[in-house]
DNA sequence: CATTATATGTCAAACGTTTGATATATGTCA
DNA sequence: TGACATATATCAAACGTTTGACATATAATG
């Protein structure tokens, strides 16, 4: 591949010229522009990025950390972090954490080493030191790790509220609710509060019931609503902490030979555009995944440049009523 | 950032010697090897891969070039590219095109000027002559350009067949068949001449519906579908090219008032997670997306290396059979 | 003792850029 | 005329590694 070097040899000028040209600095006539812009193109010239980022120690690269990419919501977060970040001149380093702590931990070690702009923590498997000592801008969705790391979340407890309130208004009288585990740090445990004190509020009967949220089984759900409506059959009233967890619902309700919303009312949660695949469609509460990933790479480039930069992001979410409530 | 300089001068050796310790090379004292990596402990020393990338002309990166990873068969693939990737200590940027032509050249170039190591084209917008002179390992997916670049795909024409016999051997006698822009040159429509072939040898009557295969745009699946349902109401058997239209199907059906698969049969094609979430379970000709991965990462890293590797990679599907059948 | 193999370490060039310091014209304005 | 802005170019250092060439010390061998 060519130089640099090779060019300035060709044009008949420095490769101090060549660079100046490149990068718009300095005083340059046109006639020597353009005769080093032709050389490039006889030359097939592409200046090495790699080069250029060890100068300027960092590589325009932003890494995106996700549990797996072939989980719709992370597929549709990674899609619009991809889109924001071609948009700003960045390039997305795709990392699935598979849940692994190791993993995750190398990803970030190696991210380091490459010296990305930033990382887009979507999964958080490890304790709070380690994102705290990384000295690296630094972006989580849906935690809060502590004061200095800005984080972005849906308003998971208007979302939860949103939900619990609608299965209500609908005339439930015993709800479901089916969540992650709680006891993990994750602000969409936020959801299950809401419910439960919206439960309260109302004195409505309810069973709440905690899967490992493992991302990859899903044949789980499947074992676990039929549980459900085995154990509850008077059960008029489903509130899914994500959409995959409703579809599940969805499908056990239609084997139970319950009809949706007829008898039970399911609703989920995320507003993947998989909601709509399905007959009825899902109703769920959107989390704005386009503005989540708009957010983290404007936080991250914020970061970067020294700009200043809000810590506490939570962003509104809709409620999207289909036809399972 | 500590440097290696940094680590020779506190632990009283040259860089030279931290370089040899670190790849292993030369022979090093135990005691120096522990004494320097002591070191780089008490330093937080991380060797910048920048500059390592920089001399060895090359970045240990895969671009990965889809259409859109929100596309739940590109996200499976993403899925397995990074898993075989992060195996074999490369890296996967990712790369959506959303179809543009543009944007897939500008990403091209990019990954050139970064030295990745190869890539893997699940898009492919241009012309043939712009993939033939990138002069870079390169391996495309269910697209064949020449005689020169490799290709992966799974037998699109077995599964036609079977997909198509499938549904005469369940007794369907005016099939429908969904399918892309059979003008576009991929290999996909192999599943599409399958289908045909199948349909004459059997004397069958049928109806075949191109879409133009825009990944972003769902709804129009629903218009078609619901269009196909009305024009001939006497199908009573579907076969779409991928597992969302056949999703779509399913709805239409259910929404026309046949049942599925008393009145009409449905079956997909790709085999994603997806068709397990739906009730029916939806019966598809499942492509290997893993293998295909893992094929994909295998063939850049033996052009990289001079390996001698497979043109043509025509990998076998397997028909789920669910229940929509 | 000379020779050789083994073990350990140093030096400096190279990878392909960017950039500050410096030099040298040419033209314009007061 | 001097001062200044404009236009062009050169040189060399720097970014953080790797690596071939070379140097030295020690131990084993003939």
Redesign the interface.
């Known amino acids: 591949m060519a130089t640099i070097h090779d060019v300035a040899l060709k044009a008949g000028v420095s490769v101090t010229t060549v660079s100046r040209v490149m990068n718009n600095r300095g005083y340059i006539s046109e006639r020597t522009r353009s005769k080093v812009f032709q050389t490039m193109e006889e030359l097939n010239y592409?200046?090495?990025?790699?080069?250029r980022?060890?100068l300027r120690k960092r590589?325009n690269?932003i890494g995106?950390i996700i549990p797996?990419?072939?989980h719709?919501f992370f597929?549709?977060l990674?899609?619009h972090v991809?889109?924001y970040a071609?948009q700003s001149g960045c390039?997305?380093?795709?990392?699935?954490s598979q849940l692994d702590p190791v993993?995750e931990k190398e990803y970030i070690?190696?991210l380091?080493?490459?010296?990305v702009d930033g990382i887009v923590m979507g999964s958080h498997t490890l304790e709070v030191d380690a994102y705290r000592n990384l000295h690296s801008p630094i972006v989580t969705i849906d935690r809060r790790i502590d004061e200095d790391i800005p984080y972005i979340s849906s308003d998971n407890y208007a979302g939860g509220r949103l939900a619990a309130e609608l299965l209500i208004s609908k005339g439930c009288r015993k709800i479901a609710h089916i969540c992650g585990n709680l006891t993990l740090n994750l602000l969409a445990n936020n959801r299950s509060m809401a419910f439960r004190d919206v439960m309260l509020e109302h004195g409505i009967e309810n069973v709440v019931i905690q899967t490992d949220m493992n991302v990859f089984d899903?044949d789980q759900y499947g074992r676990i609503i039929g549980k459900l409506l085995r154990e509850h059959e008077d059960i008029d009233g489903i509130f899914a902490t994500s959409d995959?967890i409703a579809?599940?619902a969805?499908?056990g309700c239609?084997?139970a030979g319950k009809r949706v919303p007829e008898d039970i009312r399911i609703i989920g949660y995320d507003g993947i555009?998989?909601v709509?695949?399905?007959?009825p469609e899902i109703s769920s509460i959107r989390q704005p995944i386009s503005e989540i990933g708009r957010l983290a790479v404007e936080l991250i480039r914020k970061q970067r440049d020294g700009e200043p930069f809000e810590r506490e992001n939570i962003l509104p979410v809709e409620l999207m009523e289909r036809s399972t409530t």
Chains 1, 2 share one sequence.
């Open positions: 592409h200046p090495n990025e790699i080069a980022s060890l590589s690269v995106l797996a990419v072939s719709p597929a549709e990674a899609n991809e889109y071609y390039k997305v380093l795709l990392c699935n993993k070690d190696m380091k080493r490459n010296m899903h995959i579809a599940y969805l499908k239609t084997q555009g998989a709509s695949w399905f007959e």
